[in-house]
C-alpha cells in the first residue's frame, strides 16, 4: 500500500478540516487529530507512523503545535524502507530545527547503497545541518562530490554550501572540488557547483582568488556554450536555454569580476554578447539582461559595454510591464554610483514612475529620484513631485511627504525657494509633516529677517484654504504671532508679491478660528493662546477682544489651556507694565546649533561641550536691545544644553529643553516617556516661540510642586522684581532649572527652610537641591534623625531600567559639624550595588550644606522585586564617634 | 541563500504549501503568513508582482485560485524567480496533469519532494522537469 496518497484516514483528515466553516471548527478537528496521533505515538504504533507524519505536516502547515511528533521522524528515517524514510527526511525537514540531534541516523544514510537515500540525508543536511554536524559530515561531504552519480553530486555541492555557510574555515577543503564540479556538462550539477562557487568567494579572499584564477575561463565558456545552444527541450524556457544558469554563471562572473581589471577584461566579450543577443521579449530573456546588466555594473567594464548596460535599463524602463519597469528602477539604483550622468537621462521617464497607480513602482522611482537630485535639477524635479503631491493617494503622501521636505532641506540654501516649497507641502499635506521638519522651518523663518513679511502673509493666505493641515496651523500661529505687525502693515514686502490687506481684527479671527477648530489639539490650541498674548500687544485695538478669548479657556477641562488661561489674563488685566517686553519677539534662534543638534544627536551625552559656549555668548550678544536681556540667557542656555553637562537624557526636565528647540531625540523622547505630559507639551510649546515668561510659570509651578510652601500667585512674585537684577533671574528660572545649574550653583545656596515668600529666589535655591534633577521618581527621605537628614534621588537611564543613579545627599540638622562621616549601605543579592565616593567627609551644621554621594544601583529581578537597602552611617559630632542605622523601604515603585 | 521560503496561499489566504528554508518558530511563520497574505492578495493584476516586506522581496505569481508567494533577498533576480514559479507550476502540472489546489492538499507531500528536488538551502538545484520528477515516479511504481 502506498503509504502516503491511499491513506484513506489522511484524505479524511483534509476534508474534514476543509469541511469546517470556521476556525473554531477547524481547531476542533485539529485537537482531535493531534489526540489520536499522541496516542498512537505513545503506543509505539509502527504500520501508521508515515501516514501519522504525513497528518502532522499538515497540520503543521496550518500552524499548529507538532514538537512531539518530532521523534516520530527520526524512527521513521531509522526504518529500512525508502517510502518510510522519505516521508521522515521530509517531517525532519519541515518539523525539526537544526538544534536537534539526528547526525548518527545522517551519517548511516550518507554511507548508504542506494542514490536516492544518499539523496534524502544529503538534502535534509544541506537544508538544515548545524555548524557542529557540518564539521562532522564535512569529510563525507567531500567523498560524495566525486560520487559518478549526477544527482548525488549535484546535491552534495549543495550540501557543502551549507557547509561553508556554517563553517567558513572549511571552505578551502571545498575550492579544488568545487572547480571540478563546473567542469561537468549536466545542467544541475553545473547549477549547483556554480553556487558552490559563489560561496566560497563569499567565504574567504583565497578562495575569491584561486577561483578567479581557476574559473573564469571555464565559467565564460559554460556561457558562451549555454547562450550559443541549439534548443534543448529539457532545459528551454520559452525559447531561452536555462535562463538559471545563465544567471547563476553571470552572478558569479560578478564576484569575480569585481575589482579585478583582467578578469573584468576577459568577460567583456560574452557579456557584450549576452546583452546584445539575448532576446528581450520573454520575461526569460529579460531575467538574464537583468543580470547581465548588473554584473556589467558590478565589474570593470568598458565604458562601451556600460552605455550598453544604461540603454538596456533605459528600454526596460519605458516597457509597458510593470515588472520590468520594476527591475529597471532598481537597476537604476546600483547605476547611479557608476555612472550618474547616463541615469540623468532618464530622469523624465522616473519621474513618470513616482505618479504609476503601483505602489512597489512608486516607492522604488522615488527613492530614485531623491538620488538623482542635484543641484542643477532640483528646482524643477521638486515643482514636479509637490504638484504631485496634491493628486496623489492617501497612504502615499507620507511617504513622498518626507521625501520632498528630505530633498528641500537638503538643499534650503535658497531660503526664499526653500520656505516657499514648505508652504506648498505644508497646506498640501501638513498632516504628514513629521514635527522636525517644522521645526526647522521655523528655525529658518527667524533666521530671514528680510522674508518674515511675506512669509507670515502666505501663511495667512494658506490659512485660508487649508486650516485642516496641523503642522501648516502651528506655524501660522508661530508666525502670525511673532510677525502679527507684518501681516497688518505689509512691511518687507517681496518683488511680485500681490498686496493684500489685513486687519487686524481678521489676524485675530485666524487665531481664534485654530483655537475654536474642534479638530485642534491642545498643542496648536496652546499655540493659539500664545498667539492671542503676543497679538494682544502687537495690535493694541484688539486688546479686549483677545482677553475675552483668552479667559474662555478659563474653564477649559485640560489642565494646560486653563492653565495657560489664567495665567495668561493675569498678565493681560494686572501686568500691563511688563507685558510688553514678555511678549517681544523671540531672539534669532540659532540655525547652526540646531542642526548640529539635529544631526548629531550623539552629541547630547557628551559633557560640556566647550564649543557650544561661545554660541551661547554669541546668541546675547546679537540681542538687539537692553530689554531683551532675560530673554537671552536662556536661549543661549537652552541652545547650549543639551551638550553641558548635565547628562542629557537621563533627565525628563532635558527632554523639554531639547523640545525647546524642537530636537526630537529618539532617546530623549524614550526617557521622556515617563514625564508629566503636560509639562512637556508645555516646553514644547515654548520651543515654538511662546516667549519664554508666559511659560515660566507653569514650569515654575511644576518644579515647586515638591514646595508646597508657596501658595502666592507666581505673578505677583514676577512683578515685584522687575528690577533689573531680578529680571535676570526671571530669565533664568523660567527655562526650568537644568540648562542653568552650573549658573545657580555659583550661587551661594541660601537656606533650605526659609519660608519661601520670594518664589525666585525659592526656586534657585531649590534648583541646587539634585531632588529637582529627576522627574521619573519623587525624592524621597531615607533616613531621617536629630542630627541627620538623608535624602535620596532618582535617575534611570534611558534603555538600562534595572539601573538607577541614586543621588544621596546628606544634611546636617544639629548645631556640631559632623565630621569624619562615612555611609555604608547593604542590598539583598539580587541587587548589585556600587558605592561613588563622598563629596566631602564633612557635614556643616545646622543645614548650612549638604554633601552627597552617588549610589549605582543594579536591580537584576527588576519588575518583579523592588529595592530596598540598609544603610549604616559613622561620623563624629564632637569628636564623639555616632553610628546610626536605618532600612530605607519607602524607594518608589518602578526602580 | 537566496530563496527564503516557498508559499503556497489560496485565494482565501489559507496556506496549502510552505517551505521555509531558514528556521522560524510556530508564531513567527503564523504572523509573517499574515503579513504577506494582506499585503499580496489585495494587490490588481496590473500590479508588479513585487512586493517589499520587512528586509526582503516577495516575488508572487498567481494561478488560478492559488497564489505561489517566493520570499528572496533583495540581491536575487526577481525576474529569474517568477520564471521559478513557473517552472514549479509547469513540474506539478506534468505530474498531477492540469494540477489544482485539491491536487496539492490532498497530494501535499509529493508537492514537497518535487520542491525539495528543485530548491535545496535556498538555492535551485534543478531545473529539469524529467529529473525532478524521476524520484517520484519511481516512488510511484513501486508502490
Given amino acids: 500500500m502506498n503509504p502516503f496518497s491511499s491513506g484513506t484516514r489522511l484524505r479524511d483528515m483534509i476534508r474534514a478540516i476543509r469541511a469546517c466553516k470556521t476556525a473554531a471548527e477547524e481547531r476542533a478537528v485539529v485537537r482531535k487529530e493531534c489526540a489520536a496521533i499522541r496516542a498512537a505515538i505513545s503506543e509505539n504504533d509502527q504500520d501508521y507512523r508515515h501516514r501519522n507524519l504525513a497528518k502532522l505536516m499538515f497540520i503543521h502547515m496550518l500552524g499548529y503545535p507538532t514538537h512531539f511528533g518530532q521523534m516520530e521522524c527520526l524512527k521513521l528515517i531509522a526504518s529500512s524502507g525508502f517510502p518510510e524514510k522519505r516521508i521522515g527526511y521530509l517531517g525532519l525537514m519541515l518539523l525539526l530545527d537544526e538544534r536537534q540531534e539526528w547526525s548518527g541516523l545522517g551519517l548511516q544514510d550518507l ?81 549547483a557547483g556554480v553556487q558552490l562557487c559563489s560561496d566560497l568567494c563569499k567565504a574567504s579572499t583565497e578562495s575569491l582568488e584561486f577561483l578567479r584564477k581557476n574559473c573564469t575561463e571555464v565559467l565564460i565558456r559554460i556561457l558562451r556554450d549555454v547562450s550559443n545552444s541549439p534548443y534543448a527541450p529539457e532545459y528551454d524556457i520559452s525559447g531561452v536555454t536555462d535562463p538559471f544558469l545563465h544567471i547563476r554563471v553571470l552572478k558569479l562572473l560578478r564576484l569575480l569580476g569585481q575589482g579585478d581589471a583582467d578578469a573584468s577584461e576577459s568577460m567583456n566579450d560574452i557579456l557584450a554578447q549576452v546583452a546584445t543577443k539575448t532576446e528581450s521579449n520573454k520575461n526569460a530573456g529579460n531575467a538574464i539582461l537583468y543580470e547581465c546588466v548588473e554584473t556589467i555594473m558590478g565589474i570593470e567594464a568598458t565604458s562601451g559595454l556600460r552605455v550598453l548596460a544604461i540603454n538596456i535599463l533605459g528600454r526596460f524602463l519605458s516597457n509597458r510591464d510593470n515588472n520590468i519597469r520594476y527591475v529597471a528602477l532598481n537597476m537604476l539604483m546600483k547605476a547611479i554610483a557608476v555612472d550618474s550622468q547616463a541615469v540623468q537621462r532618464h530622469k ?450 534611558p534603555g538600562r531600567p534595572q539601573v538607577t ?74 569628636n564623639q564617634d555616632m553610628l546610626d542605622q536605618g532600612q530605607v523601604n519607602n524607594f518608589p515603585s518602578g526602580l | 541563500m537566496g530563496i527564503r521560503f516557498v508559499l503556497l496561499v489560496n485565494k482565501q489566504g489559507q496556506t496549502r504549501l510552505a517551505q521555509y528554508y531558514e528556521y522560524l518558530t510556530l508564531e513567527e511563520r503564523r504572523a509573517l503568513e499574515g503579513e504577506i497574505v494582506r499585503k499580496c492578495l489585495a494587490r490588481t493584476e496590473q500590479q508588479c508582482s513585487f512586493v517589499e516586506h520587512r528586509n526582503y522581496k516577495i516575488v508572487y505569481r498567481r494561478y488560478a485560485s492559488l497564489f505561489f508567494l517566493v520570499g528572496v533577498d533583495n540581491d536575487e533576480n526577481e525576474l529569474a524567480i517568477l520564471e521559478f514559479i513557473h517552472l514549479l507550476v509547469e513540474t506539478m502540472d506534468r505530474h498531477f496533469a492540469n494540477v489544482c489546489e485539491l491536487d496539492i492538499m490532498f497530494h501535499l507531500e509529493k508537492a514537497h519532494f518535487m520542491l525539495e528536488e528543485m530548491v535545496m538551502n535556498g538555492c535551485i538545484v534543478e531545473t529539469s522537469k524529467t529529473i525532478i520528477l524521476t524520484p517520484i515516479q519511481l516512488m510511484d511504481k513501486a508502490s
Avoid at chain 1, 548508504?112 to 544529503?122: D, E, P, R, V
Avoid at chain 1, 562615612?822 to 543579592?829: E, G, H
Fill in chain 1, 111 to 191: 554511507n548508504h547503497s542506494n542514490q536516492y537515500i544518499i539523496g534524502l540525508a544529503l538534502c535534509a543536511l544541506g537544508n538544515i545541518c548545524s555548524a557542529e554536524m557540518a564539521r562532522d559530515l564535512a569529510p563525507e561531504v567531500e567523498r560524495l562530490l566525486q560520487n559518478r552519480d549526477l544527482n548525488i553530486k549535484k546535491k552534495a555541492a549543495l550540501c557543502s554550501i551549507r557547509i561553508v555557510r556554517k563553517v567558513p574555515d572549511l571552505a578551502e577543503n571545498f575550492m579544488s572540488l568545487a572547480t571540478a564540479l563546473v567542469k561537468e556538462k549536466h545542467h544541475g550539477v553545473l547549477i
Fill in chain 1, 348 to 797: 523624465t521617464t522616473i519621474l513618470e514612475c513616482v505618479k504609476d497607480s503601483d505602489a512597489s513602482i512608486r516607492k522604488r522611482a522615488l527613492e530614485l529620484v531623491s538620488l538623482l537630485i542635484s543641484d542643477a535639477n532640483v528646482k524643477p524635479l521638486t515643482k514636479e513631485l509637490v504638484d504631485y503631491l496634491e493628486v496623489s493617494d492617501q497612504e502615499f503622501k507620507g511617504d513622498l511627504t518626507e521625501k520632498i521636505c528630505s530633498i528641500v532641506e537638503r538643499f534650503s540654501s535658497d531660503k526664499l525657494w526653500y520656505i516657499d516649497q514648505m508652504l506648498k507641502v505644508l497646506s498640501e499635506a501638513g498632516n504628514y509633516v513629521k514635527d522636525d521638519v517644522w521645526h526647522a522651518l521655523i528655525v529658518a523663518i527667524s533666521n530671514a529677517p528680510d522674508l518674515q513679511g511675506y512669509i507670515v502673509r502666505s501663511l495667512y493666505k494658506a490659512f485660508q484654504t487649508s486650516s485642516e493641515q496641523v503642522s501648516l496651523v502651528r506655524v501660522a500661529l508661530w508666525c502670525i504671532g511673532e510677525y502679527g505687525e507684518m501681516l497688518v502693515n505689509g512691511a518687507g514686502m517681496l518683488q511680485g508679491e500681490e498686496p493684500m490687506t489685513v486687519t487686524e481684527s481678521d489676524a485675530v479671527d485666524v487665531v481664534e478660528s485654530a483655537l475654536q477648530y474642534h479638530a485642534s489639539d491642545i498643542t496648536s490650541q496652546a499655540m493659539s493662546l500664545v498667539a492671542l498674548l503676543k497679538l494682544s500687544s502687537r495690535y493694541p485695538s484688539t486688546s479686549e477682544r483677545v482677553k475675552d478669548l483668552i479667559i474662555q479657556h478659563k474653564g477649559c477641562l485640560e489642565l494646560e489651556l486653563q492653565q495657560r488661561s489664567i495665567e495668561f489674563s493675569h498678565i493681560l488685566q494686572k501686568h500691563q507694565t511688563i507685558k510688553s517686553s514678555l511678549v517681544e519677539r523671540m531672539p534669532v534662534l540659532d540655525e547652526s546649533v540646531y542642526n548640529e543638534k539635529k544631526g548629531s544627536p550623539s552629541t547630547n551625552s557628551i559633557p560640556a561641550a566647550k564649543a557650544s559656549k561661545p554660541v551661547a555668548t554669541g546668541a546675547s550678544l546679537n540681542l538687539p536691545n537692553g530689554v531683551m536681556k532675560p530673554t537671552t540667557a536662556p536661549i543661549g542656555d537652552l541652545l547650549d544644553l543639551s551638550s553641558d553637562d548635565v547628562p542629557a537624557p537621563k533627565l525628563a526636565t532635558n527632554d523639554f529643553l531639547q523640545d525647546l528647540l524642537g530636537i526630537d531625540l529618539p532617546a530623549a523622547q524614550s526617557s521622556g516617556a515617563a514625564a508629566s505630559g503636560g509639562s512637556d507639551i508645555l516646553l514644547d510649546l515654548l520651543s515654538i516661540g511662546t516667549s519664554f515668561q508666559s511659560d515660566s510659570l507653569p514650569s515654575n509651578n511644576v518644579s515647586n510642586s515638591q514646595l508646597n510652601s508657596s501658595v502666592v500667585s507666581p505673578l505677583d512674585n514676577l512683578s515685584s522684581i522687575t528690577s533689573t537684577s531680578a529680571s535676570l533671574d526671571i530669565g533664568v528660572s523660567t527655562i526650568g532649572p537644568v540648562g542653568l545649574m552650573d549658573q545657580k550653583s555659583r550661587s551661594p545656596p541660601s537656606t533650605a527652610t526659609a519660608p519661601a515668600i520670594d518664589l525666585l529666589d525659592d526656586l534657585s535655591n531649590n534648583m541646587s537641591l539634585p531632588g529637582i534633577e529627576s522627574r521619573d521618581f519623587p525624592t524621597i527621605t531615607a533616613f531621617e534623625s536629630s542630627i541627620l537628614r538623608i535624602l535620596f534621588s532618582f535617575t534611570k537611564q
Fill in chain 1, 805 to 878: 543613579q541614586i543621588k544621596a545627599t546628606f544634611s546636617n540638622k544639629s548645631f556640631n559639624t559632623c565630621t569624619d562621616f562615612i555611609f555604608q549601605a547593604a542590598v539583598p543579592k539580587f541587587i548589585q550595588l556600587h558605592l561613588d565616593p563622598a563629596s566631602s567627609s564633612t557635614i556643616p551644621p545646622s543645614g548650612n550644606g549638604t554633601i552627597t554621594q552617588t549610589l549605582s544601583v543594579t536591580n537584576s529581578l527588576h519588575g518583579q522585586k523592588a529595592l530596598a537597602m540598609r544603610i549604616r552611617m559613622a561620623y563624629k559630632v564632637n
